[in-house]
């Protein structure tokens, strides 16, 4: 007989149900501490979101323009503060404040759906097993706390997972659509387009190639011409285009309306920020002396630490895993942008974590349990070890940069490094899929 917690998550209403209430309880408990503790439940990023979409619609002053780069540190596109709109309603009471973080929510909910949708379509689950698996990310508690705190990253993964099932399904313009808009509201995405567009040869795409089987070495020996026609296929053309023209009408639309601020903001920033609070990169000491004192350097260290993080989000793992399986190998494109990108925070492992439930049940982590206990544990454990020497930095004051915080951002480096390993090494004996 089936216990009550399989019933629970291997049925779609009993799941989604207990997915909700539990964000409904963490936003419950939100509204609780933020008003009775000093330690605040609310992410400060939601603070500045909802400034901004204040000064989208009202402006600062009668003399100031309204745009939503009035509030310093906003460094995202303007849909962001326009969907955040209902928070500036009736003077920000607690109920249309927390409008947002029920927004946020609620796209883990659909991200949820659509992961679902990708496990019974595309890895041929039955349904009970499929909402199994989708419960690591819907029941996952990590999830739930930084949505409903106020961080906007369910909103991407919305975005990311209904890309991956719109490839899958061959809705290639719909694809290039979602592609556009991803990287227009978080940058990050553009790293699937070399996955996605070398997983899209002619065979996956329904047509077939002709063989050279049999002929003379003459015609079997493809010029450069040939080889770059077979590959600009009709749908990696219309993805690109797709994408490209939803990418630039976005981004002409908002320098329309918000001028240099918008590019600045939302693009350049992030060549050259040096963020190191709450950042478990290894460049987080690198980062805190740079901003203590600039390197007369042309190119510092925060734009040079995009070449490894690219080399191996955007040309290595698509190469070797694309054509296998692309599920994982978005996987294992975020898990090296994410680990060996100069600023790591929390809310970053959402953009990993939602590819679990597609990854896990053909994964070298549930055939040895041994293994998966182990990563799980050196994850959480060098994770934990970091927080404590932040805790001791942020909270009581005391200087923990070296060699506690250094030592321990290194060791949550490596113990990423060695769980990509073990992710890429699935990928080199899947079968194509």
């Known amino acids: 007989m089936a216990s009550p917690l399989t019933k629970l998550i291997s049925r779609p209403i009993p799941l989604f149900t207990a997915a909700t209430l539990l964000r409904a309880a963490m936003l419950l408990y939100g509204l609780w501490q933020d008003a009775h503790s000093p330690l605040k439940y609310t992410d400060i990023d939601y603070l500045v979101f909802t400034d901004a979409a204040r000064f989208t619609f009202t402006p600062a002053s009668a003399s100031a323009s309204a745009s939503p780069y009035t509030r310093e540190t906003y460094r995202y596109t303007p849909l962001l503060a326009w969907l955040l709109y209902p928070t500036t ?24 759906y659509l992961i679902i949708l990708v496990l019974r379509g595309h890895r041929r689950m039955a349904p009970d097993r499929a909402c199994a698996y989708a419960a690591i990310w819907l029941l996952n508690p990590m999830v739930a706390a930084i949505s409903t705190r106020g961080s906007s990253e369910g909103l991407l993964g919305v975005l990311v997972m209904a890309l991956l099932w719109a490839v899958l399904e061959r809705r290639v313009a719909l694809a290039g659509v979602l592609l556009g808009l991803g990287v227009h509201f978080k940058i990050y995405p553009f790293i699937y387009a070399p996955a996605i567009v070398w997983w899209m040869d002619g065979e996956r795409m329904g047509r077939t190639e002709k063989s050279a089987t049999g002929k003379g070495k003459e015609e079997q020996a493809a010029s450069v011409w040939a080889t770059v026609t077979a590959f600009l296929t009709p749908e990696r053309i219309t993805l690109a285009v797709v994408s490209l023209a939803t990418f630039l009408g976005l981004n002409v639309a908002m320098y329309a309306l918000y001028g240099m601020p918008f590019v600045t903001h939302t693009f350049l920033h992030h060549v050259t920020r040096i963020d190191h609070r709450h950042n478990f990169s290894p460049y987080n000491i690198l980062l805190y002396l740079t901003s203590a004192r600039p390197s007369p350097a042309p190119l510092g260290i925060e734009s040079v630490a995009f070449v490894p993080q690219l080399q191996l ?63 799980l544990a050196l994850w959480v454990a060098t994770q934990g070890l970091w927080l404590q020497q932040g805790y001791n930095l942020e909270f009581l004051g005391q200087s923990t940069f070296v060699p506690g915080l250094w030592t321990a951002s290194l060791a949550f480096f490596l113990a990423n490094c060695w769980i990509l390993g073990l992710i890429v090494e699935d990928l080199g004996t899947a079968d194509a899929r």
């Open 89 to 112: 309603v009736a003077g920000g009471s607690a109920f249309w404040f927390s409008s947002g973080k029920a927004l946020f929510a609620g796209a883990d909910l659909l991200a949820g």
């Open 313 to 375: 989000s955007t040309v290595l793992i698509p190469f070797i895993g694309a054509k296998k399986d692309l599920p994982t190998t978005m996987l294992a494109q975020t898990f090296a942008f994410v680990t060996f990108n100069k600023v790591c925070t929390s809310q970053y492992f959402l953009w990993y974590m939602v590819f679990l439930p597609l990854y896990l049940p053909s994964s070298s982590l549930l055939r040895r349990p041994s293994l998966g206990i182990s990563a």
